[in-house]
């Protein structure tokens, strides 16, 4: 069975940092992307990066998390992680992790998500 469990949201001052989880079962990471997203109440699901595991770790970020978040992936651990820095009241979302639908493909379409994980950046 699939699962993805995200982890290590919290509530975290401006300018702060945090590293986010995504736990991963039942299928193999290296052969798949993943794609971490973000939902605020009342607004759209927006994407925020992804990693492409079977194509030499490429990267994509959303535009206003470049150079602040870092998406990395420990094949062997079976996870991804999402590092975030220089925290804004404006990353306060629902963070989500996605696995990608077909293997050696990357950056969507997604079959599996998260349940989520609260990240609170408080101004």
């Known amino acids: 069975e699939v699962q993805l469990v995200e982890s290590g949201g919290a509530l975290v001052q401006a300018g702060g940092s945090l590293r986010l989880s995504c736990a991963t079962s039942?299928?193999?990471?290296?052969?798949?992307?993943v794609g971490w997203f973000r939902q605020v109440p009342g607004k759209e699901r927006e994407g925020v990066a992804c990693?492409?595991?079977?194509?030499?770790?490429?990267?994509l970020y959303e535009e206003s998390v470049k150079g602040r978040f870092i998406i990395t992936s420990d094949n062997a651990k079976n996870t991804v992680y999402l590092q975030m820095d220089s925290l804004k009241f404006e990353d306060t979302a629902v963070y989500y992790c996605?696995?990608?639908?077909?293997?050696?493909?990357?950056?969507?379409?997604?079959?599996?998500w998260g349940q989520g994980t609260q990240v609170t950046v408080s101004s």
């Open positions: 996605a696995k990608d639908a077909r293997p050696n493909f990357w950056a969507g379409p997604y079959d599996y």
């Open positions: 990693i492409s595991n079977s194509l030499g770790g490429e990267t």
């Open positions: 039942g299928f193999i990471l290296a052969d798949y992307g």
